[in-house]
């Protein structure tokens, strides 16, 4: 078969590039050749998969040779025509093998077909002795690919046992290996159907348990006989897509199914090691380090390496040499090498000699490359480090030696990526008085990049189509905007847009507009933004006071000239993506962040307007105000008790005062609207009950929380037009500070 001269060729995808628009594909010669997303014929280079089975032509031009008139491949005539088709309809496809299954599963295989397409019927799957289980694939109609954004093939599987069993969901996975065209199959999405009554209940229990776990719709056999079941096909799967959160993932990422943006990058670094390089990936909390070494171990384990997973907060409990024997043993088990390790010879004068000799002998015997990742390098990493010999002694020095004098012999037969919060240990010249052995190891760029627009597009639309919402292209470069291409933020913005839709009774499917944004961003940065923000920046407060008291002044609007600061500590706030700079000039990426700090250091900034500071004075006073009444009700009570401290209290008043208040409730003395308590009065009243209610309770000395209430109060509402002078702002913030600080204390 001919196309504009040239012979149709079969192939894979093997490499996909989404944000520079190419690829290459893999023919069936075994050569690579490059296309780019304009050769696509009738497919969305945004639908193509790595490993998808594709067809293409051959073309040959001056520079070199390349792929052109890119399709997904269709095995046969039938399966072409139907692609072209502008619809999916309901059906059965004449090679689905119905005579394989049960009388009662033909009739709910029928029953499919008219809500679906049924498209092919496979073997059994036997799992162990005495589990099988019959298959087939099912194709939405067009209605179920709009509402669900199910484009895919779904598997279903008949559980044909009186109870359900959660090996129920290995046949699943077996269904997807089983299929070569495994492309075709939808990963988020597949269907049980059993004779349990309770498989609903039991299908919920582990859904709950495993947040990575696909969508699976369950069913039982006996809701699906008879004829007309689409509504319950419609209700089940709204149930079950529509009120799962697809967003609100807490831990590193396990599956490649919910794994967005960083696939190239992914791919980078598996490339890094191919070249002899070693590599670093650090990075902010919460910004996917873990979920991409774990994708770096997914993706490689079908090549000639062998990727050994090494949490750090495991290795800092040894010494240096015994460290040395955790990761050779580690690298022994995951490489099935099977080779004896003597423990008891890595003593501190052969553990180099010991760990050189066992990796050669496991990469002789293997025939694998070897990369090592190490997460959260900051805990073996001098300074700071969790035990002391890590932290202040030499054993970072000498473990890194032996990996390093290993990379060095071996090239890209062994290298190593180093993962974390902290490049510290990358950073330094030397150590303890020692070469560092991971200074200038890394050659690349080593922290991890953030999303990009079109990164952010394709996760949520892609996890928010499955939850029935939508996000049009404003939202989504606003998104990527607002929080800096933080996919944690960006994941966790989407699922209060997700409570927000279900909350308002919002119909599903919805696209998200500016309007429903900027309705829900208010409402994040209330109930969330400020503890992500907060558990995000730690890494600064614990590691970086002086980028984090950085940050605090850019966003006051403090700073007025960037350049005589630390390089050093530009390059950590530009490598983390919090900041970036643009024509010489400094300034936040993630908007979300500066909020967060200007909202946290508000009462820090400097050159305030007159106005500003009246603002500031009356905001701070009012939100103390209530809390000092509070702590002088409770002492006076506690002292007293109601009765006597009432009496107390008008005894303090005004004739006129106490006649007028004397009838109202001891509570009632305390409410501004009832009575006239205000802030010098309180103030005037622990000053009188000092040494039989305060004395104790305060840090501070009588006349010390006297000025305090006297400074404070000179600074009053009614003289809102006078002028505040720096010095009188200053003497104020510092004093109400401290004042804050001792109710705050008593009120915990």
Request: hydrophobic share 35%; proline share 3%; net charge neutral.
């Amino acid at each position: 078969m001919k196309s504009g001269g040239n012979r149709i060729v079969r192939g894979n995808i093997r490499r996909l590039f989404y944000d520079k628009g190419y690829g290459f594909a893999l023919g069936e010669d075994g050569k690579d050749y490059f296309f780019h997303k304009s050769s696509l014929k009738n497919d969305s280079f945004e639908d193509m998969e790595e490993g998808e089975a594709i067809t293409f032509c051959i073309e040959r031009n001056k520079r070199k040779t390349v792929a052109i008139n890119v399709e997904k491949y269709c095995e046969n005539e039938f399966e072409h025509n139907l692609k072209k088709e502008a619809r999916t309809y309901a059906g059965i496809h004449p090679m689905v093998k119905i005579g394989s299954f049960t009388a009662e599963e033909q009739n709910i295989i029928k029953t499919l077909g008219r809500t679906f397409y049924v498209t092919n019927s496979g073997n059994k799957i036997i799992l162990g002795a005495g589990s099988e289980y019959r298959y087939c694939l099912i194709k939405p109609t067009d209605f179920f690919a709009e509402q669900f954004n199910l484009k895919r093939e779904i598997i279903v599987i008949f559980a044909n046992y009186e109870r359900f069993e959660p090996r129920t969901f290995d046949a699943i996975s077996e269904v997807y290996k089983r299929n070569t065209q495994h492309f075709r199959i939808d990963r988020i999405c597949s269907i049980i159907i059993s004779k349990d009554e309770r498989v609903e209940d039991e299908v919920h229990h582990i859904l709950k348990n495993d947040t990575e776990m696909q969508v699976v719709i369950p069913f039982t056999y006996e809701e699906l006989q008879g004829k007309n079941k689409d509504q319950l096909f419609v209700n089940r799967f709204r149930e079950y897509f529509y009120e799962r959160d697809l967003f609100a993932f807490e831990s590193p990422l396990k599956k490649d199914i919910y794994f967005f943006g960083r696939r190239e990058y992914v791919h980078d670094l598996i490339n890094r090691h191919n070249s002899g390089e070693n590599s670093g990936v650090f990075g902010l909390r919460r910004s996917g380090k873990t979920s991409v070494l774990q994708a770096i171990e997914r993706a490689a384990q079908f090549t000639e390496t062998k990727c050994v997973f090494i949490d750090c907060q495991d290795l800092y409990h040894y010494a240096w040499n015994e460290a040395l024997c955790a990761v050779i043993r580690q690298v022994n088990e995951c490489t099935n090498a099977e080779i004896v390790i003597e423990v008891l010879q890595y003593d501190e004068k052969h553990a180099n000699e010991k760990f050189g000799k066992n990796l050669s002998d496991i990469i002789k015997k293997t025939g694998k490359d070897i990369l090592l990742l190490f997460d959260e390098i900051e805990q073996i990493t001098p300074k700071l480090g969790m035990k002391e010999n890590w932290k202040e002694g030499d054993d970072f020095v000498k473990f890194w030696q032996t990996i390093r004098s290993n990379f060095h012999k071996w090239g890209n037969k062994f290298t190593f990526i180093l993962a974390g919060t902290n490049p510290y240990a990358i950073e330094q010249i030397s150590i303890n008085k020692h070469d560092n052995p991971l200074y200038n190891q890394l050659k690349a760029e080593s922290y991890l990049p953030p999303f990009k627009v079109d990164d952010t597009k394709d996760m949520i639309n892609k996890l928010g189509g499955y939850m029935g919402i939508k996000f049009d292209d404003i939202v989504c470069a606003k998104m990527t905007q607002d929080f800096g291409g933080h996919p944690y933020l960006i994941r966790h913005f989407c699922s209060t847009i997700n409570q927000y839709v279900i909350e308002k009774k919002m119909s599903k499917p919805i696209t998200i507009t500016a309007v429903l944004y900027n309705n829900v961003m208010p409402l994040f940065v209330e109930k969330s933004a400020d503890n992500y923000c907060r558990f995000i920046l730690q890494v600064l407060e614990d590691f970086y006071p002086e980028e984090n008291k950085f940050l605090e002044q850019m966003a006051l609007g403090n700073l007025q000239e960037t350049d005589r600061y630390d390089p050093q500590m530009i390059a950590h706030l530009l490598g983390y993506g919090i900041i970036e700079r643009n024509q010489g000039q400094l300034g936040f990426k993630v908007e979300v962040l500066k909020n967060y700090l200007a909202r946290k250091y508000a009462y820090k900034k400097q050159n305030l307007t007159n106005e500003e500071k009246w603002a500031e004075i009356s905001e701070r006073r009012n939100r103390l105000e209530p809390k000092v009444r509070t702590v002088v009700r409770m002492q006076l009570q506690a002292t007293y008790g109601i009765s006597q401290a009432k009496h107390k209290i008008l005894e303090s008043m005004r004739p006129d005062l106490k006649e007028k208040y004397k009838e109202l409730q001891y509570k009632e003395l305390f409410d501004p609207k009832k009575s006239e308590i205000y802030f010098k009065q309180l103030g005037d009243l622990i000053e009188k009950h000092w040494d039989s209610c305060f004395k104790n309770v305060f840090s501070k000395n009588k006349q010390t929380i006297k000025a305090f209430f006297t400074i404070i109060n000179a600074l009053r509402l009614e003289c809102h037009a006078a002028p505040v002078t720096d010095e009188e702002m200053e003497n104020f913030r510092g004093t109400i500070t401290q004042l804050e600080k001792e109710i705050d204390n008593l009120l915990e």
